[in-house]
């Protein structure tokens, strides 16, 4: 189980096939290609979405803050802004501004002091306290010190009628803010000042409240770009002005955009927006580390990555299991087509897709079908052909039999007939020594003649009809020629015929079998002899030429015929002249000549004219 388990694994994703390597590329590439796309898209808006994000919520978060500050600031005013019921213009009752600053103090969480200032110099002192309270540690209580306040900008203000919320002041690491508003009668005529000093706890606590992520925070800066409120109390104080946000915000007009990427006076690189506290000139900034923006970013982009790599793992999987289910028929086809073209048309493809591939299967076992019988019909017509070729052979055979008998029949009844008729005149009682001398020659030449045909006869079946040397030894062919030319001398000298042979001084010695080489030059000299008219000339020249010995044999005899100049190496041919001549002849000469010199590696060639002559020339290799 355990194997095959693991051959599937091979055979699917590792397995030799170049077609389904194509496959899963191709696979790969169309699924890479989209998902890259759709990696680099989502990445760009998971960036933009972000960054969006950060300012919204660094947006949304400095804008509540800078209400709620507001509202504090409002709160703060709003306590102060009295209106006392009396019709007249007298100050309020000495019992009763006790009772107000003590509630003013408790109302309001932000006011550590309040106090009313005097304007009706005929009842007090104009511009001084008439009434302190203040608040330290939660407890309210009346303060003995009255201070001269004639001078003081917000009494200034309120006393023409006007709230007055001052500067940040930094008092001994505290800051405060002194507010003043003006108390008014039911006439809305000023009859004092209410004076109050408004402490940053409840801004500290607003800021300190709010969350941004892990990392991010608001503080509040004021009109100069100080900063007055910060979860970070050591940078109370300082300044903020020059820091892209809170520039934003004490000088809107410059071109600084919503959402800003800057180095914080902590040297940390924050993103961050400004937002102004309406009506009093501060502002509140939001601030986020970069860092933590952009780890949110990257654990997005680490999540886009493993998808796009298990998207990427499932498609080389589903490619190659979907490749190999697609190789399978292929695989099968591609091993009936190999068996196929090894011969064997009994094999069958067997495929059971049902679609195109079980087509081609089906078409392909068609087809081996087809080819069974085709090959069955090729084998017989061979069969066929090797039989009429062998019959052709048996007919020539017979043929070469027929013309063979009928040559050698023919051949030895002329010489035969001859010695009967010589006979049969020997026999006359009336001879004359004239008679009898012709008679015997003639029975002497017809004895020659039939030694002749069986001389040829015997050489035949030595040398057969596809001669190969054996035998060979090195031999002097001028010897050869010279024992052919004595055989020949007796039918020369009849004939009157001169045959002209110089021997050379060295020896010319060829490595040969003698005994058919001694044939070949018997038949050559025999037939320029023969062919030759009377007082005629035979001319016979030999050359040892160092690879070869090249003999040439020249009469000026009867010549051959034109016509039959193509046939005369064959077996049993004659020419007309040649059978005209001399009647007698098998026609086998040239023809053993030819298969001996060739068996040797070997020349014969001739050159002839009719009426002027034959020349044969011999290469025998040495
Ligand atoms: P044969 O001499 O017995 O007829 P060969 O095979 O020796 O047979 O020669 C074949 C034929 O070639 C001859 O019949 C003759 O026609 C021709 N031939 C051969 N040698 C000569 C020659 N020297 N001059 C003329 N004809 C020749």
């Known amino acids: 189980m355990k194997t095959k388990y693991w051959y599937w694994i091979w055979r699917t994703f590792l397995g030799p096939s170049r077609l389904r390597k194509k496959f899963v590329r191709v696979f790969l590439l169309a ?35 800078s209400g709620e500050i507001k509202k504090i600031i409002d709160d703060a005013v709003s306590v102060l802004e009295i209106k006392v019921t009396f019709e007249e213009l007298a100050p309020i009752a000495f019992n009763q501004q006790d009772f107000l600053l003590e ?28 009434k302190r309270w203040i608040k330290t540690g939660g407890e309210s209580q009346p303060s003995q010190i009255l201070r001269d ?65 892990e990392t991010g925070y608001v503080y509040v800066i004021d009109q100069n770009g100080v900063i007055i409120s910060h979860p970070d109390k050591s940078l109370l104080g300082k300044s ?49 580390p970069r860092a933590e923006t952009q780890e949110l970013i990257r654990a997005i982009f680490i999540q886009i990555a493993a998808f796009a790599l298990i998207a990427l793992i499932l498609i080389a999987v589903i490619a190659s299991w979907i490749a190999l289910k697609l190789i399978e028929p292929i695989a099968e086809l591609r091993q009936g087509t190999s068996v196929l073209g090894g011969g064997n048309f009994n094999y069958k493809v067997n495929i059971k897709t049902g679609d195109e591939l079980e087509d081609l299967g089906k078409n392909l076992n068609k087809m081996a079908e087809n080819l069974k019988g085709l090959e069955e019909v090729h084998e017989l017509r061979l069969r066929t052909e090797m039989l009429s070729e062998s019959l052709k052979k048996e007919q020539e055979l ?23 008729w010589a006979l049969d005149e020997l026999s006359e009682p009336k001879l004359t020594k004239e008679k009898i001398k012709n ?19 015997v050489t035949l079946s030595e040398v057969g009809f596809r001669y190969q040397k054996t035998k060979a030894k090195p031999t002097d062919i001028a010897k050869l020629i010279q024992k052919a030319i004595e055989i020949s001398s007796e039918a020369a000298k009849i004939k009157n015929v001169a ?22 030059f018997e038949n050559l000299i025999d037939n320029a002899v023969g062919y030759s008219n009377d007082g005629g000339n035979v001319a016979i020249e030999i050359e040892a030429a160092p690879k070869e010995i090249k003999v040439k044999i020249k009469d000026n005899g009867i010549g051959i015929p034109k016509e039959d100049q193509t046939s005369i190496f064959e077996q049993f041919f004659r020419a007309r002249n040649a059978m005209a ?12 000549a030819k298969t001996v010199i060739e068996g040797h590696g070997g020349r014969i060639t001739f050159q002839s004219e009719e009426n002027k002559g034959s020349t044969f020339y011999v290469a025998i290799p040495r």
């Not at 290609?33 to 960054?51: C, D, E, F, K, Q």
């Not at 045959?499 to 070949?520: L, Q």
Request: one cysteine or more; glycine letters at 8%.
């Open 499 to 520: 045959v002209i042979f110089k021997p050379p001084t060295e020896p010319a010695i060829a490595e040969v079998n003698e005994f058919t080489m001694e044939k070949v």
């Open 103 to 130: 509630g003013i103090l408790k109302n309001n969480g932000s006011l550590s002091e309040a106090s009313f200032v005097c304007l009706t110099p005929r009842q007090c002192d104009f511009g001084h306290e008439i």
């Open 581 to 592: 001549k001399k009647n007698v002849g098998t026609g086998l000469g040239l023809f053993i």
């Open 240 to 288: 903020a002005a020059g820091l892209p946000a809170a520039e934003s915000v004490i000088k809107p007009d410059s071109l600084i955009k919503n959402q800003l990427v800057y180095e914080n006076s902590n040297g940390i690189i924050v993103s961050g927006v400004g937002k102004p506290v309406e009506a009093v000139g501060w502002g509140v900034v939001a601030e986020w």
């Open 31 to 65: 699924g890479l290609v989209p998902l890259i796309l759709m990696g680099a898209v989502s990445a760009y808006l998971v960036n933009l979405t972000h960054r969006i994000d950060v300012t919204a919520l660094e947006n949304n978060l400095a804008s509540q803050v």
């Open 439 to 457: 008679t015997s020659a003639a029975i002497s030449k017809s004895q020659r003649d039939i030694v002749s045909i069986v001389d040829d006869l």
């Open 398 to 420: 017979s043929k070469l039999k027929d013309q063979f008998i009928t040559t050698v029949t023919h051949q030895f009844n002329t010489p035969l007939s001859i010695i009967k």
């Open 149 to 213: 306040l004639s001078k003081d900008p917000g009494f200034l203000a309120a006393r023409d009628g006007k709230t007055y919320f001052g500067p940040v002041v930094f008092n001994d690491s505290n800051l405060n803010v002194s507010v003043a508003a003006p108390v008014l009668n039911k006439n809305g005529q000023v009859v004092s000042v209410a004076k109050a000093r408004m402490n940053f706890d409840l801004v500290q606590k607003a800021i300190e409240e709010v969350k941004l992520g």
